[in-house]
């Protein structure tokens, strides 16, 4: 791609990702696997992705799982799955310090080992005669039950994710990342294994690698270490597509749900058509960034600070792909209506260009230190080219730093225009309920 940070080339299926630097003493793996979100798959696929981060055909119990890492020196071992867009996405990563700082008597080096190791993950599960592995099958079952139990204890959690299925009602990303609680009775080892080939078949593959190597090696290495899972076939590849941005509701729908809480939870869902593959998006960046993003921002110094209606206050892109934003505030009860007309009140600001010079400037140097952030984390390094990847981006973290840095008042009163409130969900005290009341 051209701009872009990494060298990229194919190895049969599987997009390959370097940026060659000497400046980590670590060597940093990613491999990402997308697929499409649907309610039927949500939920195999997060089992499989918890699974993966604990055994693998080679290495079929935990403890010879993590005595392999050990024999890494100890190299840094994650799955994680997530949602973007239209997309459930697996990250398998990996951290092995670069062979130029260990002194390794064997043949093989520590990067060789640790491909094959990742590799290993996805393309060789545990498996036994009867399919995935019963015990591990119903660890992870019970491990995601629980994660999926939890949101409702965190009542800040537990609100926004109410809010987000209100503004989806209809759409995927109404669906958790780690799957959906009724669903996991369904799957045993045996089904799952079935599913499993499907999703190898359907998902699409990128390779990430941050370190002192080059694209020369990794491909060579490869080559020696793959298992032929990625080879090219007349199939066409599968790629990603970028969904359309929400549109608002013509009604606000508002949403108030009782529990047992000691502090109100007020979630103000929002849509824009600027979404992070628009033009305009660092121009929104720095919108967010005024309005809520930041201490110094327009929510936390009114509504919070000013007024003392809140105890927190901010606004949060949900997912930029889809133009989805929130504004996230924790209020007594009693004060919902005053809050709320503050907020409006704060979005009316923007759209009117009412942003003091201060204000700006504030956010444009935390925005702009966050970018140059980036290239002090291998891991931030690879969560942007995969953005890059993701949405077919081709802009240098340094050539968002200048559009940035330009950004005017105009400019974001006229991003502005394009937000609108699609959803008022608040969750307040009256006691344990699973009803919520549409007003």
């Known amino acids: 791609m051209e701009n872009s940070l990494f060298q990229v080339a194919m190895f ?3 997009r390959v990702h370097v940026l060659a630097t000497e400046q980590f003493k670590t060597t940093t793996l990613s491999l990402y696997a997308g697929v499409p979100l649907r309610e039927q798959t949500v939920t195999p696929v997060s089992l499989i992705a918890h699974i993966m981060r604990r055994v693998n055909a080679r290495y079929p119990r935990p403890e010879l799982f993590k005595q392999k890492l050990e024999e890494l020196y100890g190299a840094i071992f994650a799955v994680d799955v997530d949602k973007r867009g239209t997309y459930q996405v697996v990250d398998v990563t990996m951290d092995v310090i670069a062979d130029e700082y260990v002194a390794n008597d064997s043949e093989k080096s520590l ?67 780690q799957g959906i609680l009724e669903q996991l009775e369904h799957w045993d080892g045996a089904n799952l294994a079935d599913f499993y080939h499907r999703w190898l078949e359907e998902a699409i593959f990128d390779l990430f690698v941050v370190g002192n190597t080059d694209m020369e090696q990794v491909l060579h290495l490869l080559a020696n270490v793959e298992s032929g899972m990625f080879k090219a076939t007349e199939k066409k590849m599968n790629d990603y597509k970028i969904a359309t941005p929400f549109s608002s509701s013509k009604q606000e729908k508002n949403v108030e749900e009782r529990m047992d809480v000691g502090q109100g939870k007020l979630n103000v869902g929002l849509t824009t058509s600027i979404s992070s593959v628009h033009a305009d998006y660092p121009i929104f960046q720095v919108y967010n960034g005024v309005l809520g993003g930041f201490a110094h921002s327009k929510l936390f110094t009114t509504v919070r600070e000013k007024h003392s209606l809140a105890y927190y206050a901010s606004s949060r892109p949900v997912d930029g792909v889809l133009g989805m934003y929130m504004i996230q505030a924790g209020i007594d009860v009693s004060k919902k ?49 995969f953005r890059q990847r993701f949405t077919g981006s081709n802009k240098l973290p340094v050539q968002w730093l200048d559009i940035i840095k330009h950004v005017t008042v105009a400019d974001i009163r006229r991003v502005a225009q394009t937000v609108a409130i699609d959803t008022i969900y608040f969750l307040r005290d009256g006691g344990e309920s699973n009803d919520s009341q549409t007003v």
């Open 111 to 177: 990067l060789s080992e640790a491909l094959r190791f990742l590799m290993d993950c996805i393309a060789y599960p545990a498996v036994d005669k009867h399919g995935f592995i019963a015990q591990y099958v119903t660890e992870e079952k019970r491990t995601i039950e629980q994660k999926l139990l939890a949101v409702k204890n965190d009542k800040a959690q537990y609100a926004a994710k109410r809010c987000i299925e209100t503004i989806c009602e209809s759409h995927p990303y109404r669906f958790s990342a």
């Open 337 to 385: 209506d005053q809050a709320l007309k503050i907020i409006r009140e704060q979005l009316e600001e923007m759209r009117a260009g009412n942003i003091s010079e201060l204000e700006l400037q504030q956010t444009k140097a935390l925005l702009i230190n966050s970018y140059r952030a980036l290239a002090d984390s291998p891991y931030e390094l690879v969560s942007y080219g």
């Open 12 to 14: 049969g299926k599987l």
